[in-house]
């Protein structure tokens, strides 16, 4: 028997019939031969054959598969029973559809950043180096070069170690000068992550000499967006930092880690990196460090050598690292450090689209339970008639998996829908949100959900279907309504209900309240219409502090005339912008000795030109602000917020005392006390500032130009540029933003959470309530006799509403009992999400179940008002 | 697959009716009909063919490969069903027709018929 044949009968017993024919007919004319008359000879010809419908289906049966017969007869009944009842199926396939459309999209994203393996080879020995002082503050340090050194040469446990770090340079030769983010590498750094070049070849040893020609490889993305992956890129000299650079090769597709780098270079080809101080200073930790552990080698293992090393070290150099530090190795496996913010916020959104899924699940089974017995005699009449118990479980269970699946088409579709917008989200978490996209794994998972609900939501009817008993068929239609065992699984089937919805609800709550916390912080500055951009500085150009006075007097001078620029300023940072950390210093203060191994008081410092603070709007405490007189010229200094202040002079009056920042050689004068802002980002706590005026010192990173406007500060972003290139033509103008997209930008990742995740509590609430009222009205409906019953002997409307509603929110209670155990036990994944709450709060688990009661009674009055509304005559007739 | 059990008798008729049939399509591609009428007419209408096992015995023999079947026209030129022998069939056939003859021989030596 072939399957195609099964597929085909109904074609190939019409040949049959054909052929079957042919055959009498010329058996017919033989004996017309034979000399028979033609009644006799057509009368012989079908004795002869015996019976044709025996034949046919003999054949047919050879033909057939029972199993697949019956689950063809199945899936038609299944089809036509659910067009006939056109609404349960629409409410069944669309309640799964967003259920399994959600679970489908989040987990595409998780398939993308945490499932897939990463580009690199053996991604699982690649780690990530870190140092943290411990006892100073839990930030990262990076590495010194020559720390580098020191754990290449000394370690046992890598095959290699790379290094990295990123700049920004013009680069000159491509249509205008670009701003380029370039990696910077040491030779090993691609054969460390195991990535092959698409095109040309990788940095490698020769080019990572001081002699040799400098030499570019450039990221995938870079090349196709500027270049439209032009293969004759190779060999492409481009000029940066007045040195001629050829292009060598092409990078594949890579996360955007550590960086979003457009190229790559050798280390000797960074002016920073190559310059003597930097190489020598021990202590001039900013290099990131990867390596690749040599196989079988554990990470235990790994941190012992790294300890070993760390302690040498720290006996050689012991200035360079003070024991008051407490200057510690880290490693983290590099799958882990691409993915550690995303994680748990994406494992908690699918746990929580999940808990949804299950409770569209427990409705859907509810309502085709209910189904289920209005169905009862159905049933029981197919038993009757033969049919076992197996049949009918397996029918309804065909059923259920027939809408699941239809539910699972279109919620992939809504799933691709939604993709789009969930990668933007992920990509705030993770720099593998660029991979994200639907694929064999995702059709998959959508299949494989949609296949659990249908037997999820099919297996409780089916299972109370197939114990049905034939004596329903001498029964009344009373007990269509539902069998006490019914009432009881659906009392379950709410208690549960009411137990997932409440544990979403609270961690709903929870995160709204960190996000109301998080948009209630004042910044300590205003962030309305202020207009930020960076100005990358060509080092070889403005190379000293009076260059640098001039170029920026000039700006200044010029972007104050604009109409609309109400004040200006230039900075070393943008508040908020997301890089994170300032430039940490340790400072002297005068009058406080200076321990030896004690490190010194580390404070933030930050540059600014005198109208900074009142661009910002941040109130000056005592004191006065920088001038155009703080001068090369006049005495050095400075301005400290009030968390210093507090710190280092309490209960004293900061002004006129003075600092070191270069252990006691020169001081700088405090001269004023500003109030502190949460300029790192508002979720960040205050730190030490001390604020330098520009014109006292020179420049070393990228400066940004702040502008106060009258009104929608975008308008003037043209004006600015503008400005600044008739200044100096290559000066590159970046990241123009105001101060409120700085702040929205990081609020984004939280407030998104908090609407999914809220998104997924409501519709929990939602299907949750339609499952008590729904529930507590068949059971109405089941009772109208007894409850006619009751109104006839005297209970009054007031007894019967109590009633009833104590049958409604009975298991309501229990759900919420339960899930307040639940939300206890799992609310703690939470807690790296949220900011100013206690994840295990009172306050969030009382109000949410206080909601969930007052919502579900207002669902229960609805059959409540039902039941004190029967007329007893009636109900008593209507047997 | 449920299918009703036969009685050893039909059975083994069975079996022989597929060798039969075989043995018919030799000669070359013919149709139910004439398949037969040819095992009649060679057995001097000793063996009747039944038709009611004759059709499903083709189905079966074309489900395992050893005959194939095409549409072509009848003596009266009418459309009718050809069956062809496969070279898988004909393997069949001698290893059958070789295995009846050694049943016939155990079977005429122990009731004791000679040997022609």
Same mark, same amino acid.
């Given at each position: ?45 079908? #004795? !002869? ?11 047919? /049966? ?7 017969? !019956? ?22 396939? #669309? ?16 398939? $993308? ?79 460390? @992550? ?96 990867? $390596? ?16 070993? &090393? ?17 200057? =510690? ?23 929580? =689209? ?9 409705? +859907? ?15 029981? &009449? ?60 995702? @059709? ?40 006490? $065992? ?23 709550? +929870? ?14 500055? !205003?962030? =309305? ?50 890089? $994170? ?10 009058? /406080? ?6 490190? +010194? ?267 004190? /509304? ?10 | ?18 060798? @039969? ?13 004439? &398949?037969?009428? &040819? ?40 459309? =009718?069903?050809?069956? !062809? ?15 009846? /003859? ?15």
């Amino acid at each position: 028997m072939s399957v195609r044949r099964f597929f085909f009968r109904k074609r190939s017993d019409e040949d049959l019939r054909r052929e079957i024919e042919e055959h009498i007919e010329l058996e017919r004319y033989l004996n017309l031969e034979r000399g028979l008359n033609e009644k006799e000879a057509s009368r012989h010809a079908l #004795i !002869k054959f015996g019976s044709r419908q025996r034949v046919r289906e003999d054949i047919w /049966r050879m033909n057939s598969v029972t199993f697949f017969e !019956k689950l063809l007869r199945d899936l038609s009944y299944a089809v036509r029973t659910l067009v006939r009842s056109p609404g349960f199926t629409i409410l069944a396939v #669309i309640t799964l559809a967003l259920g399994i459309g959600a679970n489908t999209a989040i987990f595409t994203v998780i398939n $993308g950043v945490l499932l897939r393996p990463l580009p690199y080879s053996n991604p699982s020995e690649i780690v990530h180096l870190e140092q943290t002082a411990t006892r100073v503050g839990p930030d990262r340090i990076g590495f010194s070069v020559q720390e580098v050194q020191d754990y290449r040469q000394q370690s046992r446990s890598f095959s290699d170690l790379a290094e990295y770090h990123t700049m920004t340079f013009t680069l000159l030769g491509a249509k205008v000068p670009e701003r380029v983010v370039t990696g910077v590498v040491s030779a090993n750094y691609f054969n460390v @992550l195991g990535v092959k070049p698409v095109l040309g070849r990788l940095i490698n040893q020769s080019d990572e000499t001081m002699s040799a020609p400098p030499v570019l490889m450039l990221s995938y993305a870079y090349w196709v967006k500027e270049f439209g992956a032009d293969p004759k890129i190779l060999g492409r000299p481009f000029t940066m930092n007045d040195r001629v650079h050829i292009v060598v090769g092409v990078l594949p597709p890579l996360p955007e880690f550590p960086d979003a780098n457009d190229v790559y270079m050798p280390t000797t080809s960074c002016p920073f990196r190559s310059s003597q101080g930097m190489i020598a200073n021990r202590d001039a930790r900013v290099l990131t460090v990867l $390596g690749r552990l040599k196989p079988g080698v554990t990470l235990t293992e790994v941190q012992a050598d790294l300890n070993t &090393i760390g302690n040498r070290l720290a006996l050689s150099y012991p200035k360079s690292y003070p024991p008051a530090a407490g200057l =510690a190795m880290k490693i983290t496996p590099l799958q882990q450090e691409l993915t550690h913010t995303a994680r748990s916020t994406l494992l908690m959104l699918l746990g929580a =689209a999940g808990l949804v899924l299950l409770l569209a699940c427990a409705n +859907l089974a509810n309502l085709a339970l209910s189904r289920q017995l209005r169905r009862s005699r159905e049933t029981a &009449i197919r038993l009757a008639a033969g049919a076992t118990t197996w049949d009918i479980f397996r029918q309804l269970m065909v059923e259920s998996i027939t809408v699941a699946l239809a539910g699972g088409v279109l919620g992939l579709g809504i799933a691709m829908a939604t993709v789009r917008v969930l990668v933007a989200y992920a990509a705030r978490m993770t720099p593998l949100a660029t991979d994200i996209h639907l694929d064999g794994h995702v @059709l998959l998972f959508g299949f494989a959900i949609a296949l659990i609900t249908g037997v999820l939501f099919g297996s409780i009817p089916g299972f109370i279907a197939s114990r049905s008993r034939l004596s329903l068929l001498a029964g009344s239609g009373e007990r269509t309504a539902g069998s006490e $065992g019914g009432t009881r699984t659906r009392a379950i089937l709410v208690a549960t209900q009411v137990a997932f919805s409440f544990v979403l609800l609270v961690g709903a709550g +929870l995160m709204m309240r960190s996000l109301y916390n998080l948009l209630s912080v004042d910044p300590g500055f !205003k962030t =309305a219409e202020v207009l930020s951009m960076n100005l990358p500085l060509n080092w070889t150009r403005y190379s000293d502090l009076k260059t640098q006075n001039t170029f920026f007097q000039q700006i200044l001078g010029r972007a104050q005339q604009i109409p609309g620029a109400q004040s200006i300023a230039l900075s070393s940072m943008v508040p908020l912008n997301g890089t $994170g950390e300032g430039m940490n210093e340790g400072i002297a203060i005068e009058g /406080r000795a200076v321990v030896p191994g004690e490190p +010194l008081p580390q404070v933030d410092r930050q540059l600014s030109t005198p109208d900074y603070f009142r661009v910002l709007g941040i109130p000056m405490l005592s004191g006065r602000t920088f001038t155009e007189a703080d001068t090369t010229d006049s005495v050095k200094v400075t301005i400290v917020n009030a968390q210093m202040a507090q710190h280092y002079w309490p209960h004293l009056d900061p002004i006129g005392r003075r600092i070191s920042t270069d252990e006691g050689k020169t001081w700088t004068t405090v001269v004023g006390v500003v109030s502190s802002v949460h300029q790192y980002g508002i979720s960040q706590d205050f730190k030490d500032v001390a604020y330098f005026p520009q014109a006292q010192v020179t420049f070393m990173g990228d400066p940004s130009l702040l502008i106060r406007t009258r009104n929608e500060p975008t308008q003037l972003a043209n004006q600015v540029s503008t400005i600044i290139h008739q200044i100096d033509p290559q000066q590159p103008v970046t990241d123009i933003r105001t101060l409120d997209q700085l702040r929205n930008a990081q609020l984004g990742t939280p407030r998104v959470t908090s609407i999914l995740l809220g998104t997924f509590a409501g519709v929990a609430l939602f299907i949750t309530i339609v499952g008590v009222t729904g529930t507590l009205g068949l059971s109405v409906t089941r009772r109208t006799k007894e409850i006619g019953i009751r109104i006839a002997l005297g209970a009054t409307r007031r007894e019967i509403l109590l009633n009833v509603l104590r049958h409604g929110m009975a298991p309501v209670a229990t759900g919420i009992v339960g899930g307040a155990i639940a939300a206890a036990l799992s609310t703690s994944v939470l807690s790296s999400m949220l900011f100013g709450v206690n994840p295990h709060d009172g306050v969030t688990p009382v109000a949410i179940a206080i909601l969930l009661i007052i919502v579900a009674l207002i669902g229960c009055l609805i059959p409540g008002r039902r039941a004190v /509304r029967i007329d007893p005559m009636k109900a008593l007739r209507s047997e | 697959m449920a299918r009703s059990k036969k009685t050893s008798d039909s059975e083994m008729l069975q079996g022989t009716l597929d060798m @039969l049939v075989l043995k018919t399509l030799v000669m070359g591609p013919a149709h139910g009909h004439t &398949i037969a009428h &040819i095992i009649e007419q060679a057995s001097e209408e000793f063996l009747q063919v039944e038709q009611g096992s004759l059709y499903p015995a083709l189905h079966r023999l074309e489900d395992r490969g050893w005959l194939s079947s095409f549409w072509g026209a009848s003596e009266n030129n009418r459309k =009718a069903k050809f069956y !062809k022998l496969t070279a898988a069939g004909r393997r069949q056939l001698t290893q059958e027709t070789s295995r009846w /003859r050694q049943i016939v021989r155990a079977i005429g030596l122990v009731i004791g018929e000679d040997e022609a």
